[in-house]
């Protein structure tokens, strides 16, 4: 499932709830040069969308996206 992550920056407050629930933090989530977090790679997500639900301010939006080309053997 391809997946994608878009975080509202003018939302984010910079708690770091999003990476602290994330089963895949470290693969998926880093924190901006402005304390905020985004998501750099959404390869590793599952879409549990435990992040969306943690987050105070609804900063964070989880996409279920189709894949482009079907024949890449990726996902
Ligand atoms: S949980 Fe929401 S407000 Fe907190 S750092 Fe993540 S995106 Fe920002
Ligand atoms: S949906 Fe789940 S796996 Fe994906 S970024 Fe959010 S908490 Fe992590």
Redesign the pocket.
């Known amino acids: 499932m391809a997946?994608e992550?878009i975080v509202d920056k003018e939302k984010c407050i910079g708690c770091g709830r999003?990476y602290d629930?994330?089963?895949?933090?470290p693969l998926?989530?880093k924190k901006d040069k402005d304390g905020k977090y985004y998501?750099y790679n959404?390869e590793?997500?599952?879409?549990?969308?435990?992040?969306?639900?943690?987050c105070p301010t609804k900063a964070?939006l989880?996409k279920v996206v189709k894949p482009k080309n079907k024949n890449k053997g990726k996902g």
Do not use: L
């Not at 629930?21 to 933090?25: I, R, T």
């Not at 590793?44 to 943690?54: D, S």
């Open positions: 997946v992550i999003c629930v994330c089963p895949k933090a998926i989530w998501a959404f590793y997500c599952h879409n549990c969308k435990f992040c969306a639900g943690r964070i989880v």
